[in-house]
């Protein structure tokens, strides 16, 4: 059977006890850093056989994988912080299991998406989770274009030193969009930066961007009482669509 564990995305307590149990149990381990999930097994005490299992080499090892779980073996799955599958291998290891009739479950817990959706205060029904932001400046700016004509809160990852010029094109395609720069979810220098882009522009330009972040946008102003449909109202949403 394929236990699928979501692990802490910073604090340690986090881990639940049905993960721990099952790390405790199970024949192997398959871990996107294999470092991480041995400091992971170190702090709970346990000794287990781990193999490595990330984008580079995911397809290869499927074969190997099966085996093991036809033979009726345990074996938990690891990613190096939240759920596995989202923006992390998974995916493929999963749809095999349903092809061969092999018997998963997935454990609930940690994900930067949903906390930092909560944590945003923008509306949360529907939204709309993209992965990473596009490395290219000219996709990037694409993917916000595509965002506004979504017209519903978008979140993705980004990476501490792309986020200035990411908040550039917000500011520039999206000046009234309302942001939230969630970083650190969990860990001690955890903060939610909300505003305009030029004002979340602001707020960092003043220091060094560190750690992990999840940018969560609402296309237009929103109101705690209902949400609006500006589109009619912003000249520049208007140009954009």
Do not use: W
């Given at each position: 059977?394929?236990?699928?564990?979501?692990?802490?995305?910073?604090?340690?307590?986090?881990?639940?006890?049905?993960?721990?149990?099952?790390?405790?149990?199970?024949?192997?381990?398959?871990?996107?850093?294999?470092?991480?999930?041995?400091?992971?097994?170190?702090?709970?005490?346990?000794?287990?056989?781990?193999?490595?299992?990330?984008?580079?080499?995911?397809?290869?090892?499927?074969?190997?994988?099966?085996?093991?779980?036809?033979?009726?073996?345990?074996?938990?799955?690891?990613?190096?912080?939240?759920?596995?599958?989202?923006?992390?291998?998974?995916?493929?290891?999963?749809?095999?299991?349903?092809?061969?009739?092999?018997?998963?479950?997935?454990?609930?817990?940690?994900?930067?998406?949903?906390?930092?959706?909560?944590?945003?205060?923008?509306?949360?029904?529907?939204?709309?989770?993209?992965?990473?932001?596009?490395?290219?400046a000219s996709k990037r700016r694409s993917e916000i274009k595509a965002l506004l004509e979504r017209g519903i809160t978008s979140l993705y990852f980004e990476s501490p030193h792309r986020?200035?010029?990411?908040?550039?094109?917000?500011?520039?395609?999206?000046?009234?969009?309302?942001?939230?720069?969630?970083?650190?979810?969990?860990?001690?220098?955890?903060?939610?930066?909300?505003?305009?882009?030029?004002?979340?522009?602001?707020?960092?330009?003043?220091?060094?961007?560190?750690?992990?972040?999840?940018?969560?946008?609402?296309?237009?102003?929103?109101?705690?009482?209902?949400?609006?449909?500006?589109?009619?109202?912003?000249?520049?949403?208007?140009?954009?669509?």
């Open positions: 059977m394929l236990f699928i564990l979501p692990t802490p995305i910073g604090n340690l307590g986090d881990l639940s006890h049905r993960v721990e149990a099952v790390l405790a149990s199970c024949d192997l381990v398959l871990a996107e850093d294999t470092r991480r999930a041995e400091q992971l097994l170190s702090h709970l005490g346990v000794r287990k056989k781990i193999v490595s299992f990330q984008e580079h080499n995911e397809e290869q090892r499927l074969p190997f994988i099966m085996d093991v779980l036809h033979a009726g073996k345990e074996v938990a799955l690891l990613t190096d912080a939240g759920t596995p599958s989202i923006s992390d291998p998974g995916f493929r290891l999963v749809r095999a299991c349903i092809n061969e009739k092999i018997s998963y479950t997935v454990l609930p817990g940690p994900s930067a998406v949903t906390t930092a959706l909560v944590g945003s205060g923008l509306p949360p029904v529907p939204f709309y989770f993209g992965g990473f932001l596009p490395n290219s986020l200035p010029a990411c908040l550039k094109d917000f500011t520039t395609l999206l000046p009234e969009a309302r942001l939230c720069v969630a970083r650190e979810l969990s860990k001690k220098f955890e903060e939610y930066v909300h505003g305009t882009p030029q004002e979340v522009l602001i707020h960092f330009s003043s220091k060094a961007v560190k750690g992990e972040i999840t940018l969560v946008v609402h296309p237009y102003p929103v109101s705690a009482k209902k949400t609006e449909d500006y589109s009619e109202k912003i000249p520049i949403l208007r140009n954009l669509a």
